[in-house]
């Protein structure tokens, strides 16, 4: 299905950038989790610009539950959650100028014309917003069973954070900061090399590298629902995404065999394994280790340089200056949208082992 | 759904290394395809073991076709291809033992101990044979739309592949190689360096490099079946794939805004992009540039060097020694098997939009 | 999926009777297809309650269109329509009462406790407003390539209604009826019925029968997509529905097979069948006959007589009245959410054989 | 999907009647069910024709489990059967001859001419089998968690069956039995019946009424994976079906709310229905009481007797006899692909809720 994802656990994503409002529907949630507002406000607050190293577009991020919260718990049945749009300048596009490395020529072509176009519409990373309210939901579910999930910027212009050294700890700490790094003088350096680049009227991209702690034994399924193909769908939805790797993922064409695998070991009666290069997936499926995987996040590809293109009704070579709101970078805000759409993922998939019900318990 | 991939065309593979079959079912392609069955077995044998650096396991891959083929094409319903495992050696294998980098361990976990575990059992490369023979059907389709599906040996053992210059021409030679380079010579190379590590009883990874020409613009839907996340779910199916990245993936952390973006420009009344660092794929649909994607294959984890490990059934530390057949590398027994996984995932999104009478029309 | 239905075109649904709105995300359409506020509403109000016949309660089913439809037309992407709940009594209802017929105790049993109760919850017939609303873009969809859908009450409150004579014109005229019936004297004396059983304080159910006109022959699959499976899953999501029967039906147990068999002939040079028995159904797939079907809608459960029931929270045997607004009869206004449900499986079934592109070509 | 159903638990068919051979892939079953082939043997008994009121074909039904089986158990991944086509008589088929009530015309149309159409191809009943078979191996899963599926005869040939009035004890010989009735006398007069509009070369059709004891409160989700909307999608699956009503079905359009409406109880503490008019469900999810459902099965529309029919080829009018063999009366051998196929429903449905492990716990 085109917007929707996942089957026991499931998303709809709707809304275009300068349309009514953009939304979620998330349906197959256990009923009785608690649904905090403000944590939803918190993670749409993170999705939303930053700084001077974001677009001036400031929208408020009002939302409305409109269905399946009741005296503040799920109750099990689908959750519509709408964020109006507020603050659309829509004079500010030009339809027929594919803006290079954006939907316009793609989406004109997929809907002939009525696309609604504006503010790149359906296309806009403004529709994460939906995913981020939605998953603020799976990430508590998930919470309630110890399972966490943390996301820092690992890499970007040109500077590379720390390693994860503490999990638990340092997921909590990310989980609260706007700009995630691990290390904040080198979160303070990326985010003066953005500011740099944003003078020059470019952008740049990064890496997000993830963790999950405290998932079970056995989750993901050989083959089509392999942990890797779920969580990469999803991810490969976010629309700046390029690439996913697992593990050690691209480096591992540069390890040997005896380097890649990764040796068991039984701790204190559990089975662990001494590094994790496979990143805590054997043959699609958990083994106990945290789950870690990265993404590439390319530049934001709304620069006002001036740039050639074409413009698609009239068919003809022309330049292009995209003035108006813009971010120079969008790796700090994609974070939180990885973070919900993988929470989702992983509900689905637990509670096909483990039975909705299940993913409700205390 | 588990071992089910696809909605309009699908796939469905089933067997284990041992048991009586591999196979797969293949569900949903236009009738009147003709299906050859010496292709089949082309296929078939690219994904075979081949000289030193395989394994000497050699099955020659008879395949049955069960239904779905009348008169040498398609009829329009389910085409299940059964392939018959021999020349199994099931006392290879000592069940407890947890492979490194295999899924031994989680198989365990996950079925109970109800796994059938000799030689991998579900989880055996050797499922990929279904996946192979069911591709051979799409990869015609494709053909028969103008669609063409090529992948080299972008990196292996420390040597790189040329770059493609000229897909049409090239992806034709590369269907015709059991070693898929687009340089022979450091085809060679790589084969040499594979060999060496095979001596030292260890094994190597590599990074396969995909090329789709023909697709027409406008395939892919925007958010959750995203050409990206639909074909990103297919590869990540295939066991030993620990990362993808379309386009210019990873390295895009490193670009500019500028240098990312692909300018569009209008060739012949065609309007195409100078660049494809998006691969060929803006806001997850297609835009008429060649699809181009990256998959990185990890080094076989079966190596027959000392390993550290445990046994899952005592839960004691072991060492072990995995004797018996093995390939020291298997990127380029990957190749077909991309290759068809893919075909089948565009099978798929192309009927979606187009419909499945089209797919058939020649 | 739980509240998703359809894989090319899908709808969700979402809301509890009593929450902030009801709604439906509609997703697959293809693009360019006129949207008419004027006929969502129209379509909203065939499933209003009516006259003496029905519940008190009279929302004026005022609906937002958050997404999907710019300058009056699809734009291909999903279509999100809020419909807020208004005039709500709460105080009504009596948690922990089964009410007989009702999903009081099923709900409770599945959510836990944490259901939404109120006014029946999200088991509330309010929640086919969703689907009147999104099924009214289907149907406009489905005119537009000249199939028709048109639905009457073939019986209601002991009195039986004409049978179809002239399919088009019919379904033009009940289209625009509150109380579809083809004879308008038998819809009289089933209202003056439904009255009286009112008065009684008890309710009635009914039979009704829907025509098909215009879809091309072929559509539907063989097994488990066949006409009946697709178009049977959605009827039974009406809550009130028990029973669904294609062509004949339930008559076919009585008849022989040379009566049943519709024997085909050359009309013109279009192949027609002279009886339509299997209701324009072959082995599950379109034959070019209008397609027919009747369901079974039982009466309404809420009736003000008192009954026998338990109180789930304290597990003791009661009595219970239900007092308030309530229909006692729902046969009329389930048939606009019968034509809606219908128009949106046909959407998906169409456009998988002939892609989402051919279902907005005019 | 097409000739996939399901989500947890899924199944596809292939094969053709006169191909290689039919099939099924079960996927999703929890590891550890013991697989009898005993038992799938008599399951595939049941289907096959018997004595002079069926086809003289007399295939045997060898089975070859392919896959999903070692050790006499399941192991969790997909199970593959196969059952070769024996005694095939091609050449009693004409092509361009559209039998009436068959799929001859409406399989041309959607395959183009490219289906195989010798004996029904994919449209034949044989296909039946492979559900059979795949069901059997569901219907253990469910009898190891309290779960019976029983199916009578409950009317055929102008008889009527008895009621149900013990159900566990009475599904447990209906299950032993060839023709399943609960009154051998009036199964006699049936079977009588049949032989006699044998002789008229005619045929008929019959109600089968199915009753599921052991199923826990809470399974089905409100909408669209009701239980109805489920258990119908599989039953309009077998082609011959044209009807399926729940409870008392088509009967309630003639019942007060009053007479409808099932009071509940408290029996030793557990909260029971006085009646079960609503067959065990409310609000498309189980109640704890017995499970019914009834189908139409209409009469076989192979008959010897003369049929106005077209040639779809030439387009012209003709007539035709069909000879060779078939059955006067299909519904006794429909009943265990309606045990079979609301098997795999349930097992799916069931592990939504509680898991997929739990479904294999004892």
Same mark, same amino acid.
Request: net charge negative; with cysteine; proline share 3%.
């Given at each position: 299905?085109?917007?929707?994802?996942?089957?026991?656990?499931?998303?709809?994503?709707?809304?275009?950038?300068?349309?009514?409002?953009?939304?979620?529907?998330?349906?197959?949630?256990?009923?009785?989790?608690?649904?905090?507002?403000?944590?939803?406000?918190?993670?749409?607050?993170?999705?939303?610009?930053?700084?001077?190293?974001?677009?001036?577009?400031?929208?408020?991020?009002?939302?409305?539950?409109?269905?399946? @919260?009741?005296?503040?718990?799920?109750?099990?049945?689908?959750?519509?959650?709408?964020i109006p749009n507020e603050n659309t300048k829509?004079?500010?596009?030009?339809?027929?100028?594919?803006? /290079? *490395?954006?939907?316009?020529?793609?989406?004109?072509?997929?809907?002939?014309?009525?696309?609604?176009?504006?503010?790149?519409?359906?296309?806009?990373?403004?529709?994460?917003?939906?995913?981020?309210?939605?998953?603020?939901?799976?990430?508590?579910?998930?919470?309630?069973?110890?399972?966490?999930?943390?996301?820092?910027?690992?890499?970007?212009?040109?500077?590379?954070?720390?390693?994860?050294?503490?999990?638990?700890?340092?997921?909590?700490?990310?989980?609260?900061?706007?700009?995630?790094?691990?290390?904040?003088?080198?979160?303070?350096?990326?985010?003066?090399?953005?500011?740099?680049?944003?003078?020059?009227?470019?952008?740049?991209? *990064?890496?997000?590298?993830? @963790?999950?702690?405290?998932?079970?034994?056995?989750?993901?399924? /050989?083959?089509?629902?392999?942990?890797?193909?779920?969580?990469?769908?999803?991810?490969?939805?976010?629309?700046?995404?390029?690439?996913?790797?697992?593990?050690?993922?691209?480096?591992?064409?540069?390890?040997?065999?005896?380097?890649?695998?990764?040796?068991?070991?039984?701790?204190?009666g559990v089975i662990k394994t001494k590094t994790?290069?496979?990143?805590?997936?054997?043959?699609?499926?958990?083994?106990?280790?945290?789950?870690?995987?990265?993404?590439? @996040?390319?530049?934001? /590809?709304?620069?006002?340089?001036?740039?050639?293109?074409?413009?698609?009704?009239?068919?003809?070579?022309?330049?292009?200056?995209?003035?108006?709101?813009?971010?120079?970078?969008?790796?700090?805000?994609?974070?939180?949208?990885?973070?919900?759409?993988?929470?989702?993922?992983?509900?689905?998939?637990?509670?096909?082992?483990?039975?909705?019900?299940?993913?409700?318990?205390?």
């Open positions: 299905m085109k917007n929707t994802f996942g089957n026991n656990v499931s998303i709809t994503v709707f809304g275009e950038s300068h349309g009514n409002s953009v939304g979620v529907v998330i349906d197959g949630l256990p009923s009785g989790v608690e649904v905090s507002e403000e944590f939803i406000c918190h993670q749409l607050d993170l999705r939303r610009p930053y700084g001077k190293i974001s677009t001036p577009r400031q929208e408020t991020d009002k939302f409305t539950i409109q269905s399946g @919260v009741y005296n503040g718990k799920t109750t099990g049945t689908p959750i519509c959650i709408t829509s004079k500010d596009y030009n339809y027929g100028v594919a803006r /290079p *490395g954006h939907a316009d020529f793609t989406g004109f072509m997929k809907f002939k014309g009525n696309e609604d176009y504006r503010g790149g519409g359906h296309f806009s990373g403004r529709i994460t917003a939906g995913i981020v309210a939605g998953g603020a939901i799976a990430i508590e579910t998930l919470k309630n069973k110890g399972i966490l999930i943390g996301t820092h910027i690992k890499k970007c212009a040109g500077v590379e954070d720390n390693s994860f050294t503490d999990y638990e700890n340092e997921i909590k700490n990310l989980n609260s900061k706007i700009f995630a790094v691990l290390n904040n003088k080198k979160g303070e350096e990326m985010i003066k090399n953005i500011e740099n680049v944003a003078k020059e009227k470019d952008s740049v991209g *990064g890496v997000l590298e993830t @963790v999950v702690t405290g998932i079970p034994v056995g989750v993901g399924e /050989p083959w089509f629902d392999s942990l890797e193909s779920v969580i990469s769908h999803a991810l490969f939805s976010i629309p700046a995404i390029k690439g996913v790797e697992f593990g050690c993922g691209f480096e591992c064409s540069d390890m040997l065999g005896s380097q890649m695998n990764d040796a068991f070991f039984v701790d204190n994790n290069n496979n990143g805590g997936i054997n043959g699609g499926i958990t083994n106990g280790m945290p789950v870690i995987f990265k993404c590439a @996040v390319k530049p934001t /590809p709304t620069i006002s340089k001036e740039q050639d293109t074409v413009n698609f009704i009239t068919n003809e070579n022309i330049k292009t200056e995209i003035h108006g709101r813009h971010d120079p970078c969008i790796v700090h805000r994609a974070r939180v949208v990885v973070d919900s759409i993988t929470a989702i993922a992983l509900c689905d998939l637990l509670s096909q082992k483990f039975g909705t019900d299940w993913l409700g318990e205390k």
